[in-house]
């Protein structure tokens, strides 16, 4: 399970620092330049670039159609970003501090939420049957959408680009689908708690440096393990 976890996190950074130049033009009002909301947009991204490609019969539903959209992916944020790169370089020197925390964060919770899902990785109750057998077909799907599992013959009726992101990831780091949906789950609780620290990060008022950090942490702390009134 931990060599998933760290395939996992390694394809999210790729795909994360592929990214970043289009995320750098874009959001340059914002104090991390959308750093922390990289990861998150690396993984829609490039996942719709799958969907696309896919659907348009331009890839093929597979690991060598995965690695094709992390390329496309590449290219079109290498484009965005062209005339810049030595301001992006420069940038990320001058806020390694705030790099490395959102890193360090996102690493934590990412990491922090797989092993506990390693302890307690069944897939019953409530929908997750449900979403695994929906995850099994986005796979095993030569074109989307995705056949139904239980209609032979039939596309699924149902919105489903959550589970081409998933199989997305899943492709890339070749781990098995039971194991790609636990590690999902915990993709999205690092996401969350990076997401939320970013918001606040960004907030008026709230000054650069270690302070500006600390006080970040209230987004995911709130969000994420506080929620409602109960969890004080």
Same mark, same amino acid.
């Given at each position: &399970? &931990?060599?998933?976890? !760290?395939?996992? %996190? #390694?394809? $999210? $950074? #790729?795909?994360?620092?592929? #990214? =970043?130049?289009? !995320?750098?033009? #874009? =959001?340059? +009002?914002l104090p991390d330049r959308g750093y922390g909301l990289s990861r998150s947009f690396g993984i829609l991204l490039g996942?719709?670039? &799958? %969907?696309?490609? !896919? $659907?348009?019969?331009?890839?093929?539903?597979? @690991?060598?159609?995965?690695?094709?959209?992390? /390329? /496309? /992916?590449?290219v079109g944020s290498g484009l965005?970003?062209?005339?810049?790169? +030595?301001?992006?370089?420069e940038w990320l020197r001058t806020n390694a501090g705030t790099v490395l925390g959102m890193e360090a964060l996102f690493f934590a919770t990412f990491v922090g939420w797989g092993v506990v899902r390693a302890y307690n990785p069944?897939?019953?109750a409530t929908e997750k049957p449900m979403e695994l057998a929906f995850l099994n077909a986005t796979l095993r799907s @030569?074109?989307? *959408?995705?056949?139904?599992? %239980?209609?032979?013959?039939?596309?699924i009726s149902y919105y489903y680009l959550g589970y081409v992101l998933v199989a997305w990831m899943t492709w890339l780091t070749s781990? *098995?689908?039971? !194991?790609? =949906?636990?590690?999902?789950?915990?993709? %999205?609780?690092?996401l969350v708690a990076l997401g939320s620290y970013s918001v606040?990060?960004?907030? *008026?008022?709230? +000054?650069?440096?270690?302070r500006r950090r600390l006080a970040a942490l209230l987004g995911p702390v709130m969000g994420l393990l506080v929620g409602k009134p109960t969890g004080v």
């Open positions: &399970m &931990m060599a998933a976890i !760290v395939a996992w %996190w #390694v394809a $999210s $950074s #790729v795909v994360g620092a592929a #990214v =970043f130049p289009l !995320v750098w033009r #874009v =959001f340059d +009002r996942g719709y670039l &799958m %969907w696309l490609c !896919v $659907s348009l019969g331009l890839l093929r539903n597979n @690991p060598g159609g995965a690695l094709a959209a992390v /390329l /496309l /992916l590449g965005a970003g062209r005339g810049h790169f +030595r301001q992006i370089g069944g897939i019953g @030569p074109h989307f *959408p995705p056949q139904d599992p %239980w209609l032979a013959g039939n596309a781990v *098995p689908a039971g !194991v790609a =949906f636990n590690l999902a789950n915990a993709t %999205w609780f690092g606040v990060f960004h907030l *008026p008022g709230l +000054r650069h440096g270690a």
